[in-house]
Every structure is written in structure tokens, then in C-alpha cells.
């Protein structure tokens, strides 16, 4: 029962808005390709109206209102029902090209929170290794990374038998799984209100400024670039968009300025983690291929200019890629006498 039902309907009119404003762009634009998180969104405001609906239909008082719900009900039924804004929505196509790198932009905040912590880890790691050497022994997660930075280097450059291969392939199998536990750990620790999130994020970041400093001051930048580059710049910010997702699963927790209680936070994002952990996911694989039978030769097999010149030719491809389309980012109408302006 409803005990103050202006206030009730105050709290829901962004809802029924909202609900009206995407009908209204579903049926005057017949070309409409609509997200997968914005076909659930969709789906998430007719359940939410139609529970209004129950509960404001035991006042009598309010017979324009009820009328008002129960077209705006009809209207999104239809369109749920014929699926004509729904037509292919769930290719992989679609979904690759424009549903998450528009889940992407809606939520790059939280993208800029976790590169944002990373770099305050790697400023610290890179800061404890240059003033203490040995603090690299309590930083670096790999025996490979333990070695002197010179020797290292001389010894890969030395490897010019094609039957490494192998052992090199193994080696990056071991990186990948670990990349893999830490994008999955990113989003799970989500559930810790986003602070476990947070956390990984700035760890990620002590190794990656760890192995910055130890190698630049070792005076191996140049093969530092060839062998990151051309897979870290696709690994790294697959990480990050892991951690965006957790942080997205912590303020959703949280909820920060909204009036939706926690399950309907959850409903509201479950199609955006799920997106960006799948994007996540794809990238890491791209980024493993590449670190397996690219990144780990260097010269005089590949020419170190070469590998850098093609890892940044790959962040550029994946900025192109994150970014090339526009988010629609939907606006509530303001509160007039207009047809949209419910309850008044």
C-alpha cells in the first residue's frame, strides 16, 4: 500500500519519462538499432511501470494517471512483443562494433577512476624500486621479471633457435591465465562495495611501475618498449576496463544519489558488466596471441622499431575502436504541462 502517493509519484516520474522517451525514439525513427543494455533498460522500466501501475490503480482519485500508464504500458508491450527495435541486436557483429564500445563510453568514468589508481601504483612502484632495489624482489610476480634488467636482455637476444618457441609460448600461457584471474578479480571484488577493486587496480599499477623504473634505469628502455608494447597496450587497458566494471558493480552496491534500492541497481547494470567483462575478455585474447608469437622475439629475430612502431599502430586501432561511435545518452524531458510531464 501506498501510504504518500504524491510523493510516490514524484519518486517514480523519471521512471515513466524515461520509459516514454525511448518509445517516442523507438517509434518515430524506423532505422533504430537500439543496445542490448538499452533493449534490458527498456524491459527493466515496463516491469518497474507496470508495478506502479498496480499500485496507484486502488486510487480513485488519480483516473488520468492510471489512463496515462496503462497507454504508455501498451506502447512498450508492443515493442517488446514485435521485436521491431530489436532486429539484430544480439549478432556478435553488433554487439562487438557498437554495444560495448558504447557501454564503454556510457560508463568511462569509471575507466578514468581505474587508470587513474593504476597510475598512482605504478608512481609508487616505480618510486620504491628506484630508491630500493630490492624491493623489486617483494613486487614482481614473475621469476623472469626478478632477473637483472642487462642480463635479461642478453639472454633473450641470444635465443635465435625457432624451437623456443615453445617454451616462449608456455611462458605467455602463464601470463594470460594470470591477466585473466586479475580481470576476473577486478570485476568480482566489485561486490566489496568496489574497495577489493580498487586495491587490484593500484597493485597492477606498484608491478607495471616496478618494471618501468627497473628497466629504464638499467638504460633498456628501447627493448622495454619492443617487448611491452606490443601486447600491453591492448593487456593493460582490458585490465582497466575489468576494473570499470567493478567499480561500476561498487556504486551500484553503494548507490550513490538513487532512489532504486539495491536489487534494481543490480538489474540496471547486470547487461554492463556482463558487456565490458566479455570486451575484456576478447582483448586479453588478442593481447595473449600477440604477446606469444610477437612480443617475445626480439632482435636480432624482429627489429625492436618494428615491434614499437606496430604497438602503437594497435593502441591507435584500439582508441579508434573504443570510441568511433556516439553514446545516445538518454535525457529526462523537463517537468512542464507537456504530455510526457506524469502525475501533475
Known amino acids: 500500500m501506498i501510504v504518500d502517493l504524491k510523493r510516490f509519484i514524484d519518486r517514480e516520474r523519471s521512471t515513466w519519462e524515461e520509459l516514454d522517451k525511448i518509445l517516442t525514439r523507438i517509434e518515430n525513427e524506423t532505422l533504430l538499432r537500439l543496445t542490448l543494455e538499452e533493449v534490458q533498460r527498456l524491459h527493466y522500466l515496463y516491469e518497474r511501470t507496470g508495478a506502479g501501475l498496480i499500485k496507484i490503480s486502488t486510487f480513485a482519485a488519480e483516473p488520468n494517471l492510471v489512463h496515462s500508464?496503462?497507454?504508455?504500458?501498451t506502447r512498450a508491450y508492443a515493442e517488446l512483443q514485435t521485436g521491431?527495435?530489436?532486429?539484430?541486436?544480439?549478432?556478435?557483429?553488433?554487439?562487438?562494433?557498437?554495444?560495448?564500445?558504447?557501454?564503454?563510453?556510457?560508463?568511462?568514468?569509471?575507466?578514468?577512476?581505474?587508470?587513474?589508481?593504476?597510475?598512482?601504483?605504478a608512481v609508487f612502484g616505480g618510486a620504491a624500486v628506484a630508491f630500493d632495489p630490492d624491493a623489486k624482489a617483494a613486487i614482481a610476480p614473475f621469476p623472469n621479471l626478478l632477473q637483472n634488467p642487462a642480463e635479461?636482455?642478453?639472454?633473450?637476444?641470444?635465443?635465435?633457435?625457432?624451437?623456443?618457441?615453445?617454451?616462449?609460448?608456455?611462458?605467455?600461457?602463464?601470463?594470460?591465465?594470470?591477466?585473466?584471474?586479475?580481470?576476473?578479480?577486478?570485476?568480482?571484488?566489485?561486490?566489496?562495495?568496489?574497495?577489493?577493486?580498487?586495491?587490484?587496480?593500484?597493485?597492477?599499477?606498484?608491478?607495471?611501475?616496478?618494471?618501468?623504473?627497473?628497466?629504464?634505469?638499467?638504460?633498456?628502455?628501447?627493448?622495454?618498449?619492443?617487448?611491452?608494447?606490443?601486447?600491453g597496450v591492448v593487456e593493460i587497458p582490458a585490465?582497466?576496463?575489468?576494473?570499470?566494471?567493478?567499480?561500476?558493480?561498487?556504486?551500484?552496491?553503494?548507490?550513490?544519489?538513487?532512489?532504486?534500492?539495491v536489487q534494481q541497481r543490480l538489474r540496471s547494470v547486470t547487461g554492463a558488466l556482463v558487456t565490458l567483462i566479455s570486451g575484456a575478455a576478447l582483448l586479453l585474447i588478442w593481447a595473449g596471441l600477440v604477446e606469444a608469437f610477437f612480443s617475445q622475439y626480439h632482435e636480432p629475430i624482429l627489429p625492436y622499431q618494428?615491434?614499437?612502431?606496430?604497438?602503437?599502430?594497435?593502441?591507435?586501432?584500439?582508441?579508434?575502436?573504443?570510441?568511433?561511435?556516439k553514446q545516445s545518452v538518454l535525457t529526462l524531458p523537463p517537468k512542464t504541462g507537456k504530455p510526457g510531464n506524469y502525475g501533475n
Open 306 to 325: 618494428f615491434k614499437i612502431v606496430f604497438g602503437l599502430i594497435e593502441l591507435l586501432a584500439l582508441l579508434a575502436f573504443l570510441f568511433h561511435g
Open 152 to 231: 635479461r636482455v642478453k639472454e633473450e637476444e641470444s635465443k635465435t633457435n625457432p624451437t623456443l618457441a615453445t617454451s616462449k609460448s608456455r611462458f605467455s600461457a602463464t601470463l594470460i591465465t594470470n591477466n585473466t584471474k586479475v580481470s576476473i578479480l577486478a570485476l568480482g571484488l566489485g561486490v566489496t562495495w568496489g574497495i577489493g577493486t580498487l586495491i587490484l587496480l593500484f597493485y597492477n599499477g606498484v608491478v607495471l611501475g616496478a618494471v618501468i623504473i627497473d628497466y629504464v634505469g638499467a638504460g633498456q628502455s628501447v627493448f622495454l618498449m619492443g617487448w611491452l608494447l606490443p601486447h
Open 239 to 261: 585490465i582497466l576496463i575489468a576494473g570499470q566494471a567493478g567499480l561500476l558493480l561498487g556504486q551500484a552496491l553503494i548507490g550513490w544519489n538513487s532512489k532504486e534500492n
Open 84 to 121: 521491431r527495435s530489436n532486429v539484430d541486436k544480439l549478432s556478435l557483429r553488433h554487439w562487438l562494433f557498437r554495444t560495448f564500445p558504447q557501454t564503454f563510453q556510457k560508463h568511462f568514468r569509471f575507466f578514468l577512476a581505474a587508470l587513474l589508481l593504476t597510475i598512482v601504483g
Open 69 to 73: 500508464l496503462e497507454s504508455l504500458l
